[in-house]
């Protein structure tokens, strides 16, 4: 050994640290090969533990230590957990296959503009597997200086040798995806960002060719420079200029036990993690804690059991000689903490024999990175370590080593600074929970809102999605009044109209007049029919219903219903139904029509139901149904866009009470809700509008659920859902009520909690949630609707998606104009129209 090495390895600076970086040969799918090995990589999926009961933790943590232990020992493992900010725009792009109505561009353009205010980052995680040394490639370590000062390069790989180690990264693959992390293997495009994105250049991405990136172009990933200083690292742009300040951390001190759930997961918390910018004396108006995001690579090697006894019977003997020696000296008495070494380690070989414990060394490192100052970076660099002091673990910079520190993160790179990593039971690495978080929502579709859980993310949801899927087709809003769930209702409608569905909104509070205003605005069909004279005829039967053979069985039932009890028990549905009939007869047929026919009839009976049913039809409920519409008017029809049906003044009665006892108000309404749910089920088992998007939404749904007729309907419609290709959404104060309707409960595809303060609210609406009806979880739903300070948080939602992943959720308006145009209260009449108007001028140059 030459002086200056044996120098080295006693100062602690080895042969580790003194090697060279890695020379990539080539990236394929799953696959980094450098000129001395060959690594499979894959991408590990998130799991959702925020919501996650103890047991269901217990059980994925179990899971994840026999991955570790039965599939990964022996492995040289390298994990990384990354950031990348939220790239809004190819939003625009999912959007064109997403939407197809209306002016979706701007649309989608809207909520673009929105995730760039918000600049959201998004966590990616990324597990490395050292497969094998490559075979005559490793001798050649030697003359690597020699190729390069050539200009020769590292050698090319042979496609034989790629399909070999793609076999064998496959195979290891197949049995991670049984893992909590369901890996897969890792795009060639994400290997590559991941090597280039060091360099913080902004030079495209090679373009891989057969699937693979090799040659000249694998150089370009590695163009760069950095400069090291003894506290942090100088990353220098294209142009000479500081393009980043990087610092990494090492953690050499975790406490004897980790709390979990709590501080002790480690590498979970790392999206918590927030500090204050720096900022000068007289800009101190808007500072508010921003995210660090800082990055984690960790170096492990999950020992064999041969290997995890032998290093247990080294440390034991080796405390056994302690105390011998200290039992020999003058003071004759070892230290306690010799004595209790020995023990431990006694203890820890039994259980490695016995109950199958794994041992693990693992080397963790934090990465911070700053674009916009050194003082930045040292701001960020504070929180971090302030953040783990109070988690009790110990995070310090790599002083004099950080050109070593970033070797080591680098992929294909190995563990340079070795006395600073730790040798532990396996659930030490697996209770820092990476892959935990916040994850819930559709894989696809329109974006919706961001996750409040933590880790950070984007919401979607498709109410319309569970036809396509095969699944469920219901969704269900449940929270106490003024806490957004009629908003997130408009926002899922629109969305639903925009991928060109036929849209029926039952409004039966009378708030929802916005939804058709902000249709309307972005080149929407929409109409508002409301239960007014102006609207007569809207919903006649006649018009709403498929053919006259449904009309004739569905209108003498409803003007039955209508008709004073003293007419119905003289035999007044002998006189409607020939009515009908006759009307049928003489050709186009209207409910109005028959009310004439009935005045006209010789028969007594007849002409008194015909006049009291024709004074009747003046009134606000009795002219949608059987008024006679005004020349030009426009009914309901069955077409993509959005139609808002407004029933504000309807009073059903409950199911207990007898028809015979309906006062004429109750009648009437009832009439009224016949047409809208005949046409309703009608229009959702039409056989020519199968191929037709359909969304049917009911808020206020307890004002249905209070009678026979209605809680038959939400019913039907649920479970028919599926195979007619209608989406049914529910809006409710009543989580109770709803929770008792089986048939809809058994076909809820998607569930969306907001506040309740009831127990017994709470309870169900945990229980519809998935979630177990205990105290944390009620104070959870106490506290979803309140911000810190103690005002109302509107939109802020537990979610449970079709995969019973549960995570709160904040829905997001992605401008003001929209906001005002769906504001529900009660100045938001006055307020619409300014609304439209100011969102028609700052939209007039966008072109679909």
């Not at 497969?131 to 050698?155: H, K, N, S, V, W």
């Amino acid at each position: 050994m030459k002086t200056a090495q044996r120098v080295g390895a006693l100062l602690g600076l080895g042969g580790d640290r003194a090697a060279p970086p890695p020379q990539y040969a080539a990236l394929a799918d799953g696959l980094i090969l450098t000129d001395t090995h060959a690594e499979a990589w894959f991408v590990l999926a998130s799991a959702n533990t925020d919501l996650m009961s103890v047991g269901d933790r217990d059980a994925q943590l179990d899971q994840a230590d026999n991955a570790f232990g039965r599939v990964l020992a022996g492995y040289d493992c390298h994990l990384r957990v990354l950031w990348s900010p939220l790239r809004a725009d190819d939003y625009l792009h999912e959007a064109a296959e997403i939407f197809t109505a209306g002016n979706w561009r701007a649309w989608a353009q809207m909520r673009v503009r929105r995730l760039e205010q918000i600049g959201m980052d998004t966590r990616h995680l990324l597990l490395g597997v050292r497969l094998t040394d490559r075979i005559g490639q490793a001798r050649q370590t030697g003359t690597r200086a020699a190729r390069a000062a050539l200009g020769i390069g590292t050698p090319p790989v042979s496609r034989r040798e790629l399909a070999a180690l793609s076999g064998q990264m496959r195979s290891l693959g197949r049995r991670l995806e049984m893992s909590p992390w369901r890996a897969e293997p890792a795009p060639v495009e994400t290997l590559a960002w991941m090597i280039a994105r060091e360099q913080h250049r902004t030079a495209p991405l090679p373009a891989p060719r057969d699937g693979a990136i090799t040659g000249a172009k694998i150089a370009t990933l590695t163009r760069g420079r950095i400069d090291p200083y003894p506290d942090h690292l100088r990353i220098v742009a294209a142009d000479g200029a500081t393009a980043a300040w990087s610092c990494i951390l090492t953690m050499p001190g975790f406490p004897p036990a980790l709390d979990t759930p709590g501080g002790g997961e480690w590498l979970r918390s790392l999206s918590e993690i927030t500090y204050i910018p720096p900022v000068a004396d007289d800009d101190t108006d808007d500072v508010h804690p921003v995210p660090v995001s800082p990055e984690a690579s960790v170096r492990f090697r999950v020992l064999p059991k041969r290997d995890a006894l032998r290093k247990v019977d080294t440390a034991r003997k080796s405390a056994k000689e302690q105390r011998r020696s200290a039992a020999g000296q003058s003071a004759g008495e070892p230290g306690r903490e010799i004595e209790q070494t020995e023990r431990e380690m006694e203890d820890l070989k039994v259980s490695i024999s016995r109950d199958g414990v794994d041992l693990v060394d693992d080397h963790p490192r934090l990465i911070v990175t700053s674009t916009l100052s050194l003082d930045d970076l040292r701001a960020r660099v504070d929180a971090v370590i302030s953040h783990y002091a109070g988690a009790d673990i110990e995070v310090v910079a790599g002083e004099d080593e950080q050109r070593e520190l970033w070797c080591e993160m680098q992929p294909g790179d190995q563990v340079r600074v070795p006395d600073v990593g730790h040798t532990r039971d396996v659930t030490g690495l697996s209770a820092s929970w990476f892959w935990g978080g916040a994850r819930v929502g559709d894989a696809d579709g329109p974006i919706i809102g961001y996750l409040t859980g933590s880790t950070p993310g984007i919401v979607r949801l498709d109410v319309t999605a569970g036809s396509d899927a095969g699944d469920a087709t219901t969704t269900a809003f449940l929270g106490r009044s003024g806490r957004g769930k009629s908003t997130a209702v408009a926002m899922s409608a629109l969305d639903a109209a925009f991928r060109g569905a036929f849209v029926l909104i039952l409004d039966f509070k009378g708030d929802l007049a916005g939804v058709v205003t902000a249709a309307q605005a972005y080149g929407l069909p929409a109409r508002l029919v409301e239960t007014t004279s102006k609207f007569a005829g809207s919903a006649d039967l006649f018009t709403l219903l498929e053919g006259h053979e449904a009309a004739q069985v569905e209108v003498p039932a409803q003007l039955t219903i209508a008709a004073p009890p003293h007419l119905r028990a003289r035999g007044a549905e002998t006189p409607i139904t020939r009515a009908v009939n006759e009307v049928i007869r003489a050709g186009n047929p209207a409910t109005w029509r028959v009310v004439e026919y009935l005045r006209t009839m010789d028969d007594a009976l007849g002409r008194e139901t015909g006049e009291a049913l024709h004074e009747l039809a003046r009134t606000p409920l009795g002219a949608p149904f059987m008024g006679r519409p005004a020349d030009g008017a426009l009914p309901l029809a069955p077409e993509p866009g959005v139609w808002v049906v407004q029933m504000p003044g309807l009073s059903l009665p409950d199911a207990a009470t007898h028809m015979d006892d309906w006062h004429p108000l109750q009648r009437l309404s009832v009439a009224l809700m016949h047409s809208m749910l005949a046409y309703g089920v009608t229009t959702a088992g039409r056989r020519d509008l199968r191929g037709l998007r359909k969304m049917l939404a009911v808020p206020e749904v307890h004002v249905l659920t209070a009678t026979r007729q209605g809680m038959a309907f939400l019913s039907y419609i649920a479970r028919v859902g599926r195979a007619l290709g209608t989406s049914l959404v529910l809006d409710t104060q009543d989580a109770v009520a709803l929770s008792q309707i089986v048939g809809v409960v058994e076909q809820l595809r998607t569930v969306v909690g907001f506040q309740l303060t009831t127990e017994a609210e709470q309870d169900a609406l945990a229980g519809l949630l998935g979630l177990p009806a205990n105290p944390h979880t009620r104070a959870m739903i106490q506290a979803i609707g309140r911000l810190p300070s103690g005002k109302i948080r509107h939109g802020h939602s537990i979610i449970r998606d079709p995969n019973f992943d549960a995570a709160t959720v904040q829905w997001d308006i992605p401008s003001a104009e929209l906001l005002a145009m769906l504001d529900t209260s009660p100045k938001a009449a006055a307020d619409t129209d300014t609304a439209a108007a100011a969102h028609h001028n700052q939209e007039a140059g966008v072109t679909a």
